[in-house]
């Protein structure tokens, strides 16, 4: 479904992302994990337009993709849960959901009941303004704002950043039930054992690179990964 | 004794006239700062930075509107509802030609600046440069004497408050003031593409995430203010004549009142923009005519040391 390869992206004069190859294939939950500053936020930027590679190739869906500017990702079917969730601050709940369907045409209001059904929460605080919601609640109304654009290809940029443990729980959950509906999903955390439990497959980045991936049953248990990402202690051989 | 009662009250009869009087003048400037104020207002909201050069974008729509209704009319003094058309004329060309010379603009001295990532300052120049070669190209072209548009029949009394004459004219900018910030204030509230222009307004990279040409956004938000900016230059011309200097005066103290309302918030903007028009015409009656422009700057100076973010902040975002 998606296949970057050898992508290069630069700021100014550091290279963060050094040629990176991997792929998502339809239906399947992938995760990218990695410590701060590997480059997992600019891979997924890169995935939106955001910030283009100067070298390499997405494909998305047998599309070239890799010079499609930012706006254009929505209408493609890939849709993006920024980090931090990035909720328009100074709009109505029932706004920054309707700001998810702008790259549509046509009647969203079945879109919108069907969201409220999914998060019952933001029913409830459809009026009120965005920036006036609690984390876990910005958190929901990212993802459901994201899925107003009905993405083939959900990308999530660390969901549970700032969460209360129970909310991520929820967050996870809501994850997997999105990809049950047939959205294919690729995420990026920090929090490496919940994330490879919800995923199928999985990528770990080292400055800018990845340095490799397996299934995430396997990730799960690999020592390199239980060390670095898992914080445990693992005996010498 | 008896007599000097009478003498002072005739002489609060002829304040209370002026009073009036000047109440309704400065209601209706208040009316056309409010039109420029708008357009400092909306790019500010979505580029967080001054237009300086929306000072020659009423200028364009006064010399626009000046040439078409020159040649519409010719000599004639044209009356009753033909005054009607040659006001709507002159407000269709002169939002028109402001909005295409506000759309120009963007494209040449910001967009450019834009595509480099250019540091604040260098739009502020590029600004400054745009206005100074705007007005004296237009010095050049047209000639430097204020030249009087053509008057259709508005100044004309169509009745009075508490004696003072409320001319057709000032009826014309309030009607036409009034209406354009309604429509506006309706558009960037519940139309789709004034929800982008908040967007954008709010968090730019994540309006652009949900699908949002901000490029576009920007360039249909410079024209809209520079619509206003056009149709504020015709009404302000019509009173006062076109001139290649003329947009100098005027746009500074909508500029005041855009920062006396709030920066980046449309209402702030119309109200400030009446506030400023009101205070200093009052200010003919208490102070003296000649502190007339000091008033207004005087009013800048003491909103950004007591109040920087305006009577209602900033927040382009907030709808309206």
């Given amino acids: ?237 | 004794m008896g007599a000097f009662a009478h003498f002072l009250a005739g002489h609060f009869d002829t304040l209370r006239l002026e009073f009036w009087s000047l109440l309704v003048g400065g209601v209706a400037n208040g009316f056309i700062y409010g039109m420029v104020a708008v357009g400092y207002t909306l790019v500010y909201g979505v580029l967080r930075l001054i237009n300086f050069a929306h000072s020659e974008i009423f200028m364009t729509g006064g010399f626009a509107s000046y040439f078409v209704l020159r040649a519409v009319m010719g000599t004639s003094v044209p009356s009753g509802w033909a005054t009607f058309g040659v006001i709507l004329v002159g407000i269709v060309v002169g939002g028109t030609a402001g909005a295409l010379a506000a759309t120009l603009l963007e494209r040449v001295a910001y967009r450019t600046l834009r595509r480099r990532n250019a540091p604040k300052l260098a739009y502020l120049i590029s600004a400054i440069g745009a206005s100074y070669f705007l007005f004296n190209l237009a010095g050049k072209e047209f000639g430097r004497y204020n030249e009087s548009m053509p008057q259709p029949y508005i100044n004309h009394p169509v009745f009075t408050i508490f004696g003072a004459p409320v001319q057709l004219y000032y009826l014309v900018i309030v009607a036409a003031g009034a209406v354009m910030w309604l429509v506006l204030d309706r558009f960037v509230a519940a139309t789709k593409l004034g929800r982008g222009i908040r967007a954008v307004a709010q968090d730019a990279e994540t309006a652009s995430l949900m699908g949002v040409n901000i490029d576009r956004t920007i360039a249909i938000t410079f024209a809209l203010g520079g619509a206003l900016g056009g149709v504020g230059g015709f009404l302000f011309g019509l009173g006062s004549g076109v001139v290649y200097t003329m947009g100098f005066v005027p746009a500074l103290k909508a500029f005041t009142a855009a920062v006396l309302g709030g920066i980046g918030n449309l209402r702030g903007a119309m109200i400030g923009g009446l506030i400023l028009g009101v205070v200093e015409s009052l200010s003919i009656a208490f102070v003296q005519a000649a502190y007339f422009d000091v008033v207004a700057f005087a009013i800048l100076v003491l909103v950004l040391l007591v109040r920087p973010t305006g009577i209602l902040g900033e927040r382009l975002g907030r709808s309206a």
């Fill in chain 1, 1 to 237: 479904m998606l296949e970057v390869t050898n992508a290069v992206v630069r700021y100014g004069a550091i290279t963060a992302l050094q040629g990176i190859s991997f792929d998502v294939r339809e239906g399947e939950i992938v995760t990218l994990l990695g410590a701060n500053g590997a480059g997992k936020s600019t891979t997924l930027r890169m995935l939106s337009g955001l910030h283009a590679p100067v070298e390499g190739r997405i494909v998305f869906e047998g599309r070239d993709v890799t010079m499609t500017k930012a706006h254009q990702f929505m209408a493609l079917g890939i849709g993006h849960v920024p980090e931090g969730r990035r909720i328009f601050p100074q709009m109505s709940v029932e706004e920054n959901l309707e700001m998810g369907a702008f790259a549509r045409r046509g009647s969203y209001s079945d879109d919108i009941e069907r969201m409220y059904a999914m998060f019952p929460i933001l029913k409830d605080r459809r009026k009120q303004m965005g920036g006036n919601l609690s984390g876990g609640e910005q958190q929901m109304l990212a993802i459901a704002r994201a899925l107003m654009g009905r993405p083939r290809l959900l990308l999530l940029d660390e969901p549970s950043m700032g969460l209360a443990p129970m909310v991520v729980e929820m967050i996870f959950r809501i994850i997997a039930e999105i990809r049950g509906q047939g959205t294919t999903v690729f995420v990026v955390e920090q929090n490496a054992a919940q994330a490879l439990r919800l995923a199928d497959r999985g990528y770990v980045m080292e400055n800018g690179r990845i340095v490799f991936d397996d299934t995430a049953a396997n990730l799960l248990v690999d020592p390199r990964v239980r060390a670095v990402y898992l914080g445990e202690e693992v005996e010498e051989v």
